[in-house]
């Protein structure tokens, strides 16, 4: 297993590969190692949903930062 952390602003549900992850922030949260789809669908402000592909390392936190309001999305493999 891997870990995941996800922030948006603002606010979004998450789910990974299609199933519900949480709301908000999402702190080091347990994933199987391997490729999944991350989908992000703000909370407010009128912002599209945004899928981002994350790879999960064994024993790792990839961390996902997501600023819909200036269009920013990253991924921060791994730590």
């Known amino acids: 297993m891997g870990m ?3 922030r ?3 606010w ?3 789910e990974l590969d299609g199933l519900p992850l949480g709301e908000g922030i999402i702190a080091a949260r347990p994933v199987p190692v ?3 789809v991350l989908r992000l669908i703000p909370g407010e402000g009128g912002h599209a ?5 994350v790879v999960i390392t064994a ?3 990839t961390k996902v930062f997501a600023d819909f309001r200036n269009a920013r999305f990253r991924i921060r493999p791994g730590e």
């Open 12 to 14: 979004a549900r998450v």
């Open 49 to 53: 949903p945004r899928s981002l592909e």
């Open 4 to 6: 995941l952390s996800v």
């Open 59 to 61: 024993g790792r936190v």
């Open 8 to 10: 948006s602003e603002p």
């Open 34 to 36: 391997g490729r999944h």
